[in-house]
C-alpha cells in the first residue's frame, strides 16, 4: 500500500495552513465525513440510558471528536489523506480490526470499532481504539499483517526510530496495568489515554513514554521535519 504521494500532502499542509485555525475546522469536518460512520440503527439497539445521550443519528460523531483536542493537525492530516483507516460506532462491537470488513454497503480497511457505550464514560475509553488505529498506519502503512508502530515498526525511518523507542520503553515495565505490560500495542494505547487524560500523572509513572509522545506523535515540529526532509 505506497502512498508515495502522502509526504507532499503533508508538506502542503504546513505551507499553506500551518497557522490557519480554519483548516483544523475543515481537517474535523472531513474525517467526520470520510473516516468516522455511525452502525445503522447503532441508536435503536442500545439502553434507553445510553441513547439518550445522542439527540440525533450522528451526534455520537460530534462526540468522539471532543477526544480529540490534543492530536496536532498534522496527525489528523495524516488520517484524513490515508487511503485506510476508519472508525464504526456501533451498539456493542468494540476492537480494531487491521484488515478489510464489510460495514453496511462500504468495504473498509483498518477499522476501530468503538461502542457506543464507550462515548459517555462507560467501559474501555475510546481513545484507546483510535490509539490502534495510529499505531497500526504508522508502524505498517495500514498493512494488515504488518509491524505496527509500537512493535518495533513504522513505515518510514523516522517513524521506525520512535517505534524502536517506544518498545525499549515498553521493556522497561512502566506500564500501570498488566495487560499493557505484556502487550505492546495495548502499553501505546493506553499510554495514549493516559497522555490525554492526565499527563502529568503519566509523567510520573512512564515518563520516558511521556517524553516520546510529546516530542513525537504530538510535536507538530517532529511531523513537520519528518516530511520535509
Known amino acids: 500500500m505506497c502512498r508515495a504521494n502522502l509526504p507532499s500532502l503533508v508538506r502542503l499542509f504546513y505551507h499553506e495552513y500551518m497557522h490557519n485555525p480554519e483548516q483544523r475546522a475543515a481537517i474535523l469536518k472531513n474525517l467526520q465525513v470520510r473516516k468516522i460512520h455511525v452502525r445503522k440503527h447503532a441508536l435503536a439497539r ?49 476492537g480494531y480490526e487491521p484488515g478489510e470488513v464489510v460495514e453496511g454497503r462500504r468495504r473498509l480497511a483498518a477499522v476501530a470499532f468503538i461502542p457506543l457505550s464507550s462515548l459517555v464514560g462507560q467501559g474501555e475509553h475510546p481513545l484507546i481504539y483510535i490509539a490502534h488505529l495510529f499505531d497500526h498506519l504508522l508502524g ?43 502487550d505492546p500495542r495495548r502499553y501505546f494505547a493506553e499510554g495514549l ?30 511531523w513537520r521535519r519528518v516530511y520535509e526532509e
Do not use: M
Open 193 to 222: 489515554v493516559a497522555y490525554w487524560q492526565d499527563r502529568r500523572g503519566l509523567r510520573v509513572q512512564d515518563p520516558g513514554l511521556e517524553t516520546i509522545f510529546r516530542t513525537t506523535l504530538f510535536d507538530p515540529n517532529f
Open 46 to 94: 442500545v439502553p434507553a440510558a445510553i441513547a439518550r445521550h445522542f439527540p440525533h443519528p450522528w451526534a455520537p460523531v460530534s462526540t468522539l471528536v471532543r477526544f480529540f483536542g490534543l492530536f496536532p493537525d498534522p496527525l489528523l492530516s495524516f488520517w484524513l489523506d490515508h487511503p485506510v483507516g476508519h472508525v464504526v460506532i456501533t451498539e456493542g462491537q468494540a
Open 140 to 182: 505498517c502503512d495500514g498493512i494488515p499483517e504488518g509491524k505496527w508502530l509500537s512493535e518495533e515498526g513504522g513505515y518510514l525511518p523516522a517513524w521506525r526510530e520512535v517505534g524502536q523507542r517506544i518498545y525499549k520503553q515498553f521493556q522497561l515495565g512502566y506500564a500501570e496495568s498488566e495487560a499493557a505490560r505484556a
